[in-house]
């Protein structure tokens, strides 16, 4: 008789995979029968994808369908036990690639950590059995042969070092040619738990006889005999010595330690640990809200049961934080997940110290700034529902929740929630309401200034409204002044780039030991060098920009694409020495206060001075500290931040986000000198803040001045229903790129005519955008828009995708691409 479960392995499986890859379709493979059994949904499965590549995949259907149109590969291997991504992300991933026209594989791409992900290596094999004539063989093949020799088998990465060359290929294809090797493709899995190397004493000395007759047996290697004693001395205190530990207390070399392993009179012991920090501080169990929060805290949970998004707009210092806390503790009581998103790194550096204080370890970060073992971790402990409470960038959207309560959207107007390139081109803010869906989880959306979507939302009643426009503890919005640089520079009183009024400013709070932020939202030293004679400006060979020159590394620098060029003393194209510096960016600001505040101490905090992990934890606990004084920033500083002792806040020139063309300019200006305004007097002084301007009558800085948001909301929101923009119309972007201009002219007028032959004068442009050639690639943007009230965005995604598929099948475009962008904004 045939045992049942016999019978069930040995079906012919077949599983839908999705590949990390900007491929339209999922593909299938077929299961080895010693595999059927680990064949599920949501695991890493290990496949080959055209000729030689293998690729790390998620298995999206297990059945037993083959596939119509060609003949299914076996896959290679199923790497987990238990699967790493979740039915409800899987849904989420489908969501985001139908909406934002991208594909699944892209979105895979940007979800899973890439310590999760496999790499393909490629190994070097030599072939004992090949029949090749080593004197054909040229001097780099021959050293490649005798290394292979020693070592049986080598990396491509090792053959690089070995040739000292970065390309091997050629010589590699002329070795496989000649039969001389054999190229495999290997699997290397990133993620590894970190452990750490526990000593201990071998049992055979624990009795007081036999340690006497190690010690008679080490007194011919005294340094080994220190180290066993520095051991039994940690052992009083500890019983967990850590190798670290042991090498530290004695002095010794790590050798001398391997060294008594290798007798056997240490054991060592290898223990998973977490790379996650530890709080070892003391909890703050407790805090109390005021009258205006806990009437706001009841609305919102009122919201929380009758609509699905609820906004809580509270001006700056009013106290959400303290809010958002007593929603966490309401979810953890309830045995739920928490997502809390923020749009900066810098942010989550300081209210990550502010929410262990109440939540200790049950809190882990999550961003791009963490290694990708860490990121893997947290992944991990977010898959097992051992963290309670996730707080991150964007990028924790895609994290495995399994119990998801309560999501928190803070600063949820920021552009920063938003990505730009690589596909996909989501914004974390409108995909966290669909993840909210998905888990019949709360969303709170938080905000001084909402963006005018989400504020257009909560007043027509699609989202729940809450307000919250007192200050906490009573303290007064900041004064704000409006200071002309137009006025001043005529005068002749400027210094510097800074007006008598700001400089005025600083120097009253700095006598008072106060602190003082500076906003330039540019980073570098000036943006432009021009000849004087020519007028000649240096430019990036792959992009139409001109390039910025950076003081520190005394280099011109492309922030598009990354070129850069040493710094010019005379002018590339008539040699003229003559060469003037127009405008100016964060190091020269920083410079400038330099000069003209010379005792005091200056910091910057811009993309340049926080690259790695702790760039913002250090300055800005630095900052906290009293150890700067003056703090120059980028829009890194407008953000949510909290520090007690700032006073005085300067704008430096707001017409630069006045004047830039795009229909939020004025949305996001308010919004950016309301933020930075908000950092200044946060406790019990009201702070002041200076705004230099030569637009000095622009409506926005009224506003601003005025505290007016729904000021702004009302001329806004006429403007946008006038010439149809968001929230009456929907928009989606598209960039046609190519590496000829003339083609591309051609080409993207070609696609627009298309486009307008189904969707009309909807279809906007092909024009030129702000930069017209990024990497090399000129680019053209075409836009439509679609009404909300008359048009459906499904139909026109439909009608667009397969107007895409026309595109790429069309041989004159050959050498040409489409970048899609929907809501690009």
């Not at 491509?156 to 190229?183: E, M, T, Y």
């Not at 007064?476 to 400027?494: C, F, G, H, N, Y």
Request: positive net charge; proline residues 3%; charged residues 25%.
């Amino acid at each position: 008789m045939i045992d049942f479960e016999e019978a069930i392995g040995r079906k012919t499986l077949f599983v839908e995979v999705i590949l990390p890859l900007a491929v339209a379709n999922t593909f299938t493979y077929r299961v080895p029968f010693e595999l059927n059994n680990k064949a599920e949904i949501g695991k890493r499965t290990v496949v080959q994808f055209g000729k030689s590549k293998i690729y790390t995949a998620i298995i999206l259907s297990v059945s037993q369908n083959p596939p119509e149109r060609y003949e299914a590969k076996y896959l290679l291997d199923i790497i987990d036990d238990q699967p790493i991504v979740n039915p409800t992300q899987l849904n989420l991933w489908h969501w985001m690639a139908n909406y934002y026209m991208c594909h699944l594989g892209e979105v895979m791409q940007a979800a899973l950590p890439a310590a999760l992900k496999l790499a393909s290596e490629t190994r070097i094999v030599l072939n004992s059995e090949g029949d090749y004539d080593k004197s054909e063989l040229n001097d780099k093949e021959f050293v490649v042969v005798e290394a292979l020799e020693i070592q049986k088998e080598l990396l491509v990465s090792d053959i690089n070092k070995i040739l000292g060359q970065k390309n091997v290929f050629s010589i590699l294809r002329s070795l496989f040619d000649k039969k001389a090797i054999f190229i495999f493709e290997e699997i290397n899995q990133k993620y590894k738990p970190k452990t750490i190397a526990l000593i201990g004493l071998n049992q055979a000395y624990k009795n007081p006889e036999a340690l006497k007759q190690l010690f008679a047996l080490l007194e011919k290697a005294p340094k080994q005999l220190d180290v066993l004693l520095a051991y039994l001395q940690l052992s009083k205190q500890n019983p967990e010595i850590t190798k670290a530990q042991l090498t530290d207390a004695s002095g010794a070399t790590p050798a001398i330690i391997k060294a008594l392993i290798d007798k056997d009179i240490f054991i060592a012991d290898y223990k998973i640990v977490s790379r996650l920090t530890k709080y070892d501080d003391e909890l703050t169990h407790t805090f109390t809200l005021n009258a205006y929060q806990d009437v706001a805290l009841k609305a919102i949970r009122h919201y929380f049961n009758t609509l699905p998004v609820t906004l809580l707009y509270g001006v700056t210092a009013s106290g959400k934080t303290q809010i958002y806390i007593r929603l966490i503790e309401e979810a953890i009581a309830q045995g739920k997940q928490v997502l809390y998103l923020l749009p900066e790194i810098a942010l989550t550096t300081q209210i990550i110290e502010r929410l262990k204080k109440y939540f200790a370890d049950k809190i882990v970060v999550y961003h791009s700034k963490f290694n990708d073992n860490e990121r893997a971790e947290v992944w991990q402990k977010v898959l097992k529902n051992e963290c309670k409470v996730v707080l991150g960038a964007r990028s924790a959207v895609f994290l495995p929740f399994v119990n998801l309560g309560l999501i928190i959207v803070d600063e949820e107007h920021e552009a920063s929630y938003k990505q730009y390139d690589p596909s996909p081109r989501y914004n974390a803010r409108d995909t966290a309401i669909v993840l909210a869906g998905m888990h019949k989880a709360h969303i709170l959306l938080g905000s001084a200034t909402p963006s005018i979507e989400t504020y257009f939302n909560a007043t027509t009643g699609k989202y729940g409204l809450v307000k919250l426009l007192k200050r906490y503890g009573g303290v007064q919005m900041p004064k704000i002044e409006v200071a002309s640089i137009a006025d001043e520079t005529q005068k002749k009183l400027i210094k510097e780039n800074f007006t008598t009024l700001l400089l005025t400013e600083m120097e009253q709070a700095l006598a008072k030991k106060e602190q003082v932020i500076m906003f330039q939202n540019r980073r570098g030293y000036v943006p432009i060098l021009i000849c004087k004679t020519c007028g000649n400006t240096p430019k990036c060979i792959n992009c139409d920009v001109s390039l910025t020159y950076h003081k520190t590394s005394n280099k011109m620098h492309c922030h598009y694409c990354g070129y850069q060029e040493d710094n010019i003393v005379k002018c590339l194209a008539c040699g003229s020495t003559h060469i003037i510096q127009k405008g100016y960016g964060t190091e020269k600001i920083e410079d400038d206060i330099k000069i003209l505040l010379p005792n005091f101490n200056v910091g910057r905090m811009d993309y340049d001075t926080t690259r790695n992990k702790n760039g913002h934890q250090h300055i800005l606990s630095t900052f906290e500290e009293g150890k700067i004084d003056i703090l120059v920033g980028t829009q890194m500083v407008a953000k949510g931040l909290d520090f007690g002792n700032v006073s005085t806040i300067g704008i430096i020139n707001a017409d630069t986000m006045l004047k830039f063309p795009d229909f939020r300019a004025y949305e996001r200006t308010y919004q950016m000198l309301a933020q930075v305004a908000g950092r200044a007097g946060r406790r019990d002084k009201q702070g002041k803040v200076i705004i230099q301007a030569y637009d000095v009558k622009n409506r926005i800085l009224q506003q601003v001045v005025d505290n007016d948001f729904d000021g702004m909301f009302s001329d806004e929101l006429a403007e946008r229903k006038q010439f149809a923009y968001p929230p009456y119309t929907r928009i989606i972007q598209i960039d046609v790129k190519h590496k000829d201009f003339l083609k591309l002219q051609a080409i993207a007028d070609y696609f627009a005519i298309e486009l307008r032959k189904v969707l009309g004068d909807k279809v906007l442009g092909p024009q030129i955008p702000l930069v017209g050639r990024i990497r090399t690639y000129y680019i053209q943007t075409i836009m439509i828009k679609v009404d909300k009230q008359t048009q459906s965005i499904v139909k026109v995604k439909e009608i667009l995708h397969l107007k895409i598929i026309s595109f790429y099948e069309n041989k004159l475009n050959k050498g040409a691409f489409l970048s899609v962008d929907v809501d690009p904004y």
